[in-house]
Structures are given as structure tokens and as C-alpha cells.
């Protein structure tokens, strides 16, 4: 903002010779200044006499002519009594130095000094009020005293000054015209005193940068920021509040500094911003409109304040997309994401929680930021996907079906690779009987089909699987991951069936389950005749069950009496039975 003039201690580059003159002359001058009132001779002042009883450490700009400047001072005689002072008028001097509206001594005293500088001048009659004086105030020919404090300089030509006090590594837009900024601030005049703190009302000051809604030096301070970053700006009056200043706070004329926070930046036009951090290999499927999601995010506001975080509550966030469930923007952030994506999504007030916000958290018109990892996702619709990772070893011209009993090995996973279950882990393949609902449907479905010694990947979503409420060590909506290996495939027996012939039973079947020939069977008769029939191949019970229930089991059908055995009038074979029911029905 502020041009900087040459500080009193800074030369030009001269030849080594006039260099040492020059020094010379300034050194008699300042001893010449020293001597107070008189000269060495004891004649009149010739000049005026500068002391500098406070010099602040730092000097960003010294008075130059042509300055306009803000000061207090007492002006006293050289009896120590007071002929005037801007303390008692409870008013600064504001004025233009060097151009003859000061008298001629306090345009120079004030030449050269820095806001914040105290200094006392002795001007001699002659650069006062002469030999005139100033009736009733002044007498002729008098030296005055001025002890001078000076808090404020600027130029017409001055600028806004914009000094970064710190930039933050990652900058995702910078403040242009037309955007709404959250920032925090201080503000004081150029001498330090504060006027005005964004900190002491609790929240932020929002607005629309370029749109006169702020002063032109904020205005244009506040261009080029990111959120994050910290600035000090320094304002000259005419482009703040200039001649007439702001109330009791901000005096006329007054250059003004504000230390900027700029928490975050939007416009109205703004859609979400997306960024892909983590991109896992072979995608075959990304996220749509109706799609079930489970994901897991950090929430923040753009200065990096976290607001929310899945992770804390040791839970995903599980939400259909696309559908109005979750704020517009997020809505649109996950569509197109693939499984074990990281992306970042920054979604602008408009399309997050409004001018009002939510909760305590979250401020009204808050840019958030989300970092995202998607867990998985599924539609209502979708089938089990199958994906072979190996064939079987030989030929295979029978493959598994509803009804087959099956042994096999399988690894199930999560599809962020969290490890659930493994029959690896209990040594022995699991059993399980092909469209009996022993099995979840979606592993059900993608073991039929299979050859011994295929392996296949299934993907199966939890429609198909634990469904919503999930499973012990299974969270709800979890789609699964498995890997399969068929180790051995038994043929399945017919529905209802628990045992069938591999050729036509005997003609006469009581008898040959009438072992001793006495007219009933019970149930060991029935026992032994089965397990022959078993040993030597004619026939097969229902294979994955305990064979002496399955046993029982049929025993008990055929003893239409239930007294414990079978006569010839009870003894029917399953298909004799379907067959009159057919006729019964018809």
C-alpha cells in the first residue's frame, strides 16, 4: 500500500570522497541539532531541533513531502508553559505535510518519521510565527516545543498493501469478484489500536467479495486468498472509510489493517469439486442412481476444522444414491465412484446445509469437504456376479445342481479385503445340499454350475446374502466376496425323495425286506435290507444326511400305523403313492 521512502541511515552510492563530505556534513549537522536552543555561537536557532525520545523497532514508511498524516502533540514555551494541545481538544491533526499548511518547523520535524515515533521539536521564531507571533496565544520571536506522537501516514498515491503471513500447501481455489468468503479478522488503525474483532461475536464474517458490500481496500485485499491462508492488509483511508470515518471507532482519514482468516470461499455457481485420491485397479463397475452404498468419510469444513467422521462411530455410512437421502451434493459426489475408491468432495453451501447450517457444527453457508472411501455398493437387482479364476483339472461333462450334495473350500472376505470367514480355517470343506436353503441364496447360486476342481470368485450382494440386518461378524447391507473350490459333487436325489433305486426295485419287495418271513418288518429288518441295497450299488439314500435317520426316517413313512412295523398292506414305494395322488386329484 505504502510507498517507502529512504530510511535515514540509507546513501546512494557515491564516490568514496564525496561519500566522507557528505558524512562529515551530516555529522556537523546533528551536532549543530544537538545543542538545543542556541547555535555554537549562542546566536538564534537556525534549524529546527529534532529529538527522537521513541523510535518503534519497526518502520515500514517514513513521512516524505506531499504525506497526508494523523498526529497528537502538546506545544509548550520554553518555561514548560502549554500554549496549545490536540490532546485537549480530544482531536488528531490530520493533515498534508509539506505543502505550507504547517507552520515551516513542523513541516520539517515531522519529515523523516515513522507511526508510532515520539519526537520533540524546538522550532526557532523563524520557522514558527517570526516576530509577529499570534495575538493572545503567541508572543513575537518565540521558540516553541512540540512533543509529537505520530499514528498515521498515507499518500494519494498509496495502494492496498497485502502482506501473507501464511500460505497453506494445498490452495483448491483462490477469492475472485463475486464470491461469498467466511473469514475471521482483527482490526486496527496504523498505531496498533484495535477498533473491530470478528473473534469476540463467535462466528465469521460473511459476504459477497466485489459486490459493495465491503469497503474497495477489503475488496481488493481479499483477492488471490486461500482458504487457510493469512493475511495482513493495509488500507489507506479513501479506499476504507475516508474523511468521514466510522463512528466513535474509526477516526477521519484513518488507514486502517485488518489480520485476515479466511476460513472459505464459494460462489453461487459453484457445483461439487471432486478429486480422486486412491484409484484401486480393475473397475468393472461404478456407482449410478439407485445404487445401495456403504462408505466411509472425514468430514471438515474448508479451514480443516473436522465437523464428522464415520470412522469415530466404528461404522459405515449406509445410504441409497441418488435418491434424496443424503444432501445434494454428496448425492452427486458418489455417483460414478468405483469399489475401494478415495476421492474428495467438496460441495458448496447451496448444495450442502444452506445459509443456515446445521447443528453446532456446522456454520451457515460452510463449503464441507469430504474425504470419501467406498466400501461397497450394490442395486436391489443385481444377480451374483461369477467370475472363474480357475478350471477344473480334467474334462468335466456333469456340473453341480439343485439337489447335489457338495463339499468345498471357500475363502469370504468383505470388499475392502476385511477377512470374515474361511473353511480353510476348520480343516474340512464345507457340506451343503444344492437348493435346500442350507446355504445363503447368492453362494447357493454360484456354486451350481461348477466342475470338481473349478474355482470361481463370486461377488454377492446382500439381498442375496445377510440382507440389511447383516450377520454375526457380517455388517448389515454387506456385500460379499468369496472364493470357491468345488472339492466333490454327489448326485442329488429327486424332491421327496430319500432314497432311489439305481435299477427296478424287486418284484416282490416285502419279501425281501421280510428277513425272518413272519409278515412284518420292523425297523431293523428295514434297516439291514436298505444298507444292502446301499453296499451293492441298486440304489443310493439321500446323500449330506446321517443315513440311519434318513433310515428312520423312511421306516417311519411306510408304517402307516406307527405301531413300530411294516406289513405288506403298508409297504408302498413313493412313486405308487405320487401316482395315486395324481389319480385322486384328477
Not at 34 to 60: F, K, M, N, Q, W
Request: proline fraction near 7%; hydrophobic fraction near 35%; aromatic fraction near 8%.
Amino acid at each position: 500500500m505504502f510507498r517507502a521512502g529512504f530510511p535515514s541511515h540509507t546513501f546512494l552510492r557515491l564516490p568514496r570522497l564525496q561519500l566522507l563530505l557528505l558524512l562529515l556534513l551530516l555529522l556537523v549537522q546533528a551536532v549543530g541539532r544537538g545543542l538545543g536552543r542556541a547555535s555554537p555561537t549562542g546566536g538564534p536557532l537556525e534549524d529546527v531541533v529534532i529529538e527522537r525520545y521513541h523510535i518503534p523497532r519497526t518502520c515500514p514508511r517514513e513521512v516524505q513531502m506531499g504525506d497526508f498524516v494523523r498526529y497528537h502533540y502538546n506545544g509548550t514555551f520554553e518555561d514548560g508553559k502549554k500554549f496549545d494541545s490536540s490532546y485537549d481538544r480530544s482531536t488528531l491533526v490530520a493533515i498534508v505535510v509539506g505543502v505550507g499548511r504547517l507552520i515551516t518547523g513542523m513541516d520539517r520535524g515531522l519529515m523523516g518519521m515513522c507511526v508510532n515515533e515520539r519526537r520533540r521539536l524546538i522550532v526557532p521564531p523563524h520557522l514558527g510565527y517570526g516576530s509577529i507571533g499570534v495575538a493572545g496565544l503567541i508572543p513575537p520571536d518565540a521558540t516553541l516545543y512540540f512533543d509529537v506522537v505520530l499514528l498515521d501516514v498515507w499518500n494519494k498515491a498509496d495502494t492496498v498493501q497485502v502482506s501473507t503471513l501464511y500460505h497453506p500447501a494445498h490452495c483448491p481455489r483462490m477469492v475472485q469478484d463475486s464470491d461469498f468468503v467466511r473469514y475471521h479478522y482483527n482490526g486496527t488503525l496504523l498505531d496498533g489500536t484495535a477498533f473491530d474483532t470478528s473473534y469476540s461475536r463467535g462466528g465469521t464474517y460473511d459476504t459477497y467479495v466485489g459486490s459493495g458490500w465491503l469497503i474497495k481496500g477489503m475488496d481488493q485485499g481479499l483477492l488471490g486468498m486461500c482458504p487457510g491462508e493469512r493475511r495482513k492488509i493495509i488500507i489507506p483511508p479513501f479506499l476504507a472509510y475516508g474523511e468521514k470515518g466510522y463512528g466513535t471507532v474509526i477516526p477521519p482519514q484513518a488507514s486502517l489493517v485488518f489480520h485476515v482468516l479466511l476460513i472459505d470461499v464459494h460462489n453461487p455457481k459453484d457445483t461439487i469439486q471432486l478429486e480422486t485420491l486412491e484409484l484401486p485397479p480393475g473397475c468393472v463397475r461404478r456407482a449410478v442412481a439407485g445404487d445401495f452404498m456403504r462408505y466411509h468419510y472425514n468430514g471438515s469444513l474448508m479451514d480443516g476444522t473436522l465437523f464428522d467422521s464415520s470412522y469415530s462411530r466404528n461404522h459405515t455410512y449406509n445410504t441409497y444414491v441418488g435418491q434424496g437421502y443424503i444432501i445434494p451434493g454428496m448425492d452427486q459426489g458418489l455417483q460414478g465412484a468405483c469399489m475401494g475408491e478415495r476421492r474428495r468432495i467438496t460441495i458448496p453451501p447451496h448444495l450442502a446445509y444452506g445459509e443456515n447450517g446445521t447443528g453446532d457444527k456446522i456454520p451457515g453457508s460452510a463449503v464441507l469437504i469430504f474425504d470419501v472411501h467406498i466400501i461397497d455398493f450394490h442395486n436391489p437387482g443385481d444377480p451374483v456376479e461369477i467370475k472363474i479364476l480357475s478350471p477344473p483339472p480334467e474334462t468335466c461333462n456333469e456340473t453341480a445342481k439343485p439337489g447335489d450334495f457338495v463339499r468345498y473350500h471357500y475363502n469370504c472376505s468383505l470388499l475392502d479385503g476385511t477377512k470374515l470367514f474361511s473353511s480353510h480355517d476348520y480343516g474340512d470343506p464345507q457340506e451343503a445340499t444344492l437348493g435346500a436353503n442350507k446355504v445363503i441364496e447368492g453362494l447357493d447360486t454360484g456354486l451350481q454350475g461348477m466342475c470338481v476342481g473349478e474355482r470361481r470368485q463370486l461377488v454377492v450382494p446382500p439381498h442375496l446374502a445377510h440382507g440389511e440386518s447383516g450377520a454375526r461378524g457380517v455388517p448389515g447391507s454387506a456385500v460379499l466376496l468369496f472364493e470357491v473350490e468345488l472339492v466333490s459333487r454327489e448326485e442329488g436325489l429327486p424332491t421327496g425323495y430319500l432314497f432311489v433305486w439305481h435299477e427296478d426295485p424287486p418284484i416282490n419287495l416285502f419279501e425281501g425286506l421280510d428277513l425272518n418271513k413272519d409278515g412284518e418288518v420292523p425297523l431293523e429288518e428295514f434297516s439291514a435290507f436298505i444298507k444292502a441295497q446301499v453296499s451293492e450299488g441298486k440304489g443310493r439314500l439321500m446323500p449330506g444326511q446321517d443315513p440311519e435317520k434318513t433310515i428312520a426316517d423312511m421306516f417311519q413313512n411306510q408304517d402307516r400305523n406307527q405301531d413300530g412295523k411294516i406289513t405288506m398292506e403298508e409297504l408302498k414305494l413313493k412313486s405308487d403313492e405320487d401316482q395315486e395322488r395324481v389319480h385322486e386329484e384328477l
